[in-house]
């Protein structure tokens, strides 16, 4: 029997980690059960009114975040916040294939224009690893707008 799993962020945003690692993984934002969305409509602004109709007003320590994949295949992310600030590096970590099936300069160029991206969204470049085959095939080391380690692989 297979397990689906949930990743979960400790984080001091969720809203803001959300927005960013929904944008990194082409993810969506879930509206509050039984709403739909309509174009355009802030899902956050969404829950908010949700709440408000059943009569719950968040203390802002217990707001969450979720994102999910549109197409159902990959895990849900959930963002929680926690007291504290991160401290050292991440144990575990999250490879966003950027580039499959790319090799050599091709890979890389395709890491690079990826890396501006995320750079305009908020994200942070670290470290530049280059291929050096038959093992490596070339990496770029990110961290999220909280210093989330992360890699376009």
Not at 17 to 26: G, I, K, N, T, Y
Not at 33 to 56: K, M, N
């Amino acid at each position: 029997m297979t397990r689906a799993v949930q990743i979960t962020f400790d984080c001091h945003d969720p809203i803001r980690l959300a927005r960013f690692w929904a944008e990194v993984l082409d993810y969506i934002i879930p509206g509050p059960p039984g709403v739909t969305l309509e174009a355009g409509v802030d899902p956050f602004e969404a829950w908010s009114e949700f709440l408000s109709g059943l009569g719950i007003d968040l203390d802002p320590a217990d707001v969450r975040a979720a994102i999910e994949d549109p197409k159902g295949r990959g895990p849900r992310v959930f963002f929680q916040i926690v007291p504290e600030d991160k401290t050292v590096k991440n144990r575990v970590h999250l490879d966003v294939r950027a580039a499959p099936g790319l090799e050599g300069d091709e890979r890389m160029d395709a890491l690079e224009s990826e890396c501006a991206r995320l750079l305009e969204i908020g994200a942070q470049r670290l470290q530049r690893v280059e291929p050096s085959p038959p093992l490596e095939t070339g990496f770029i080391v990110m961290c999220d707008p909280e210093g989330n380690e992360f890699c376009l692989d």
